[in-house]
């Protein structure tokens, strides 16, 4: 997580204020109790700049700290694509309990579905309960709409693949008559068991 953190604080840079950004920085590579707490300070406080936010959530999710778990969750359906990818970093490594519920509602929310692809991504790694469902739910749904999101297609196909449950043949089978998906459905096809 060190590469991740590294990259999240080069990329906020630019935007941040200087003495703040040094002091939640040096803040996040302590990881004593206390700093952990003003990083959670942060979180609640109003009129924080995303920057300064994503830097303490990131911080305390990776640390396995929940209290950064609903502003770790308001960032994986944010619409920059680099802001969801850490947020799904950060929730992975936390592993709250109720974090696949959150993805998975974040990735069937059909007036989201730009916004869904970190979600997806963050379900197949979950492995949980909900992640076979809502990735058949929301390909399902891709298929029979115009299929503007090859992206997120091709997320669900290959964790349909990486999951290998039997229950996402028939979808799968559908993804593969599309031309685009065909390569991605059909080596997934192949990782099911059976």
């Known amino acids: 997580m060190a590469d991740a953190f590294r990259t999240l604080i080069d990329r906020v ?18 990881r004593s109790t206390e700093a952990r707490d003003q990083l959670a300070a942060v979180l609640v406080e109003s009129e924080r700049p995303l920057w300064a936010r994503e830097i303490a959530a990131f911080a305390l999710g990776s640390a396995g700290d929940r209290r950064a778990f609903e502003t770790l969750v308001f960032m994986l ?3 920059d694509p680099v802001c969801c990818a850490s947020a799904a970093q950060a929730l992975e490594r936390l ?3 109720r974090t696949a519920k ?3 509602a974040l990735a069937t929310n059909e007036l989201r579905t730009a916004y869904a692809l970190y979600p997806v991504r963050l379900l197949t790694a979950l492995r949980a309960p909900e992640s076979v469902p809502t990735l058949i739910n929301v390909l399902q749904r891709l298929l029979i709409g115009p299929l503007h999101y090859w992206p997120i297609a091709e997320a669900c196909v290959v964790g349909l693949g990486a999951l290998g449950d039997k229950r996402a043949i028939p979808v799968l089978d559908a993804a593969a008559r599309h031309h685009r998906l065909s390569p991605y459905a059909k080596a997934a096809l192949a990782r099911l068991p059976g």
């Open 13 to 30: 840079r630019p935007e941040a204020e200087p003495v703040e950004y040094a002091r939640l920085v040096t803040l996040a590579r302590q």
């Open 77 to 79: 359906n944010y619409r």
């Open 95 to 97: 592993r709250d309990p």
């Open 102 to 104: 959150a993805a998975a």
